[in-house]
T-cell receptor
């Protein structure tokens, strides 16, 4: 079975400071990991994904994520937060062993960037 | 968000009504998905279609009936819904290459309220 956890309901950070949104996962095979962002009254927008290769993945809007196999984590990071980054962030996983097309999503983390 | 469009954006219906949600993808993808997003719950997969064939059905009540007439269009037919079915219904599409690494792209969602 595939599962993902986002341990923080909300993360608060000051504008200009680095931000981290945490995600851990559980799969039986190899993990395919995704980050999405959701702005109010909008659908989910794809930020980045890890399939294989370099553990540091760069994505849209200056975001990056680091895959750590030993800690089964895929934390989202940005060196300098913007107020416009305030949104709901979802981590998602797909297990290479299941053959399923569906993603399993975490419960989401609300990022609040204060000016 | 012009890649995947959903109509209507908002829908209010009574429990005895019959309505349909429409999704259209302009990305040339061959797989489409329905997800349900309720308050304080992770996104739940409802249905997956690949090459117009339903390939996953996540134990969804029969009052929700999907239809995929071609690879660009996906419908969700609703009848005799319950108030607890009120949620944001998200459509997504991807290019399914059979390797589980494809990225899903989401539409803006339909906000459904059942009275």
């Amino acid at each position: 079975a595939q599962s993902v956890a986002q341990p923080e309901d909300q993360v608060n950070v000051a504008e200009g400071n680095p931000l981290t949104v945490k995600c851990t996962y559980s799969v039986s095979g190899n993990p395919y990991l995704f980050w999405y962002v959701q702005y109010p009254n909008r659908g989910l927008q794809f930020l980045l994904k890890y399939i294989t290769g370099d553990n540091l993945v760069k994505g849209s809007y200056g975001f990056e994520a680091e895959f750590n196999k030993s800690q089964t984590s895929f934390h989202l990071k940005k060196p300098s937060a913007l107020v416009s980054d305030s949104a709901l962030y979802f981590c998602a996983v797909r297990d290479s062993d299941t053959g399923r097309r569906a993603l399993t999503f975490g419960s989401g983390t609300r990022l609040q960037v204060q000016p | 968000e012009t890649g995947v469009t959903q109509t209507p954006r908002h829908l209010v219906m009574g429990m005895t009504n019959k309505k349909s949600l429409k999704c259209e993808q302009h990305l040339g993808h061959n797989a489409m998905y329905w997800y349900k997003q309720s308050a304080k719950k992770p996104l739940e997969l409802m249905f997956v279609y690949s090459l117009e064939e339903r390939v996953e059905n996540n134990s969804v009540p029969s009052r929700f009936s999907p239809e995929c007439p071609n690879s660009s269009h996906l419908f969700l037919h609703l009848h005799t819904l319950q108030p607890e079915d009120s949620a944001l219904y998200l459509c997504a599409s991807s290019q399914d290459r059979g390797g589980s690494t494809d990225t899903q792209y989401f539409g803006p969602g339909t906000r459904l309220t059942v009275l």
